[in-house]
């Protein structure tokens, strides 16, 4: 009896995962040269997602990063950007 309620416990608790912030920006360069924004920022569901979107968005643009971070928005708290991909020219991420 005790495992069945171990089990069942288990399923009324699921580990639950830490919001994150998933996003992909893409950019070209003005007439003065510098990088603008030209697509995003952009969240998306996946990592997986972010990736795929950053590779197609990189023969088109001058630059594109995909990143993501652990967050929770609602208490103001943000990990660290970790950087899923990177094509081209992009600013200095701060």
């Known amino acids: 009896m005790a495992e069945r309620k171990d089990c069942i416990s288990d399923n009324l ?3 639950q995962k830490a919001p ?10 003005d007439e003065t040269g510098d990088l603008q924004p030209v697509f995003g920022p952009a969240e998306r569901q996946t990592e997986d997602r972010a990736i795929r979107t950053a590779k197609g968005l990189a023969g088109k643009h001058t630059g594109v990063i995909a990143w993501s971070r652990d967050a929770n928005p609602s208490l103001g708290e943000y990990g660290e950007p970790t950087t899923l991909f990177i094509g081209g020219d992009v600013p200095d991420m701060e």
Do not use: N
Request: charge should be positive; hydrophobic fraction near 55%.
């Open 13 to 15: 608790f699921p580990q």
């Open 20 to 29: 994150k912030l998933i996003v992909v920006t893409a950019f070209d360069r």
